[in-house]
């Protein structure tokens, strides 16, 4: 079954830019979708189909997918940014979501 | 204003059903490519997608758990259930449903529901 791997960890100082990578074979053909999470709470949709953002996600986040690697960017960090990352695609071969492990984001 | 509640039992014993209810406003089960998924998280991990059904009434399941789970949709209600059978202290987790954005070969999670925990334990 497809696989999508991204780092468990990042780290960023505040005001600094952070790059969550998702991996996976092929992925540039597919949409990847990124969730963030924050402690408690349920995940909230910050980019879809790649490097779109819904209404009321600020421009820092951004997204890109190329070859085998999606990359979720976040510009000018803030301490409220601090919180998982999780990535998704939709596998049409199987009929099946797929969620990437997630990557906790720390700002220092 | 698109929303998501989940309810349900927050335990169950070993070898029981579990039948979480998603009761959802802002949106229609019955129109466009909008449907409804179940995902989970054990506490501390990862996301877990369960199953989708989309307003045409197509379902799609987790191979993994395929064998336990069943989705359907009380359009009348704005509900959608979902049943996993046979639950195990490995299944204690929180359960989210969400509105699924289905679009070709592409969908998405957006809102999400607040989440229920659910504990099986004897």
């Known amino acids: 079954s497809y696989v999508l791997t991204q780092p468990p960890s990042v780290s960023v100082a505040p005001g600094q830019t952070a790059k969550i990578t998702c991996g996976g074979n092929r992925v540039g053909r597919k949409s990847v979708h990124w969730y963030q999470q924050k402690p408690g709470q349920a995940p909230v949709l910050v980019v879809f189909?790649?490097?779109d953002r819904p209404s009321g996600i600020p421009a820092r986040f951004s997204g890109s997918n190329s070859g085998n690697t999606a990359t979720l960017t976040i510009s000018s960090v803030e301490a409220g940014d601090e919180a998982d990352y999780y990535c998704q695609v939709w596998d049409s071969s199987s009929d099946h979501v797929i969620f990437g492990g997630g990557t906790k984001l720390a700002v220092l | 204003q698109v929303t998501l509640k989940e309810s349900g039992p927050v335990l169950v014993k070993p070898t029981e059903t579990l039948t979480l209810t998603c009761t959802v406003s802002g949106f229609s089960l019955s129109n466009g490519r909008t449907g409804v998924s179940w995902i989970r998280q054990p506490p501390g991990k990862a996301l877990e997608w369960l199953a989708q059904i989309l307003s045409n009434d197509e379902k799609s399941y987790s191979t993994s758990l395929k064998s336990r789970l069943t989705i359907s949709k009380d359009t009348s209600k704005s509900q959608v259930i979902l049943i996993m059978t046979n639950m195990d202290p490995v299944d204690t987790a929180t359960y989210y449903c969400?509105?699924?954005?289905?679009?070709?070969?592409?969908?998405?999670?957006?809102?999400w529901g607040q989440g229920t925990l659910v504990t099986v334990s004897s």
């Open positions: 189909d790649d490097s």
């Open positions: 969400a509105r699924d954005e289905a679009y070709g070969d592409s969908n998405w999670f957006d809102p």
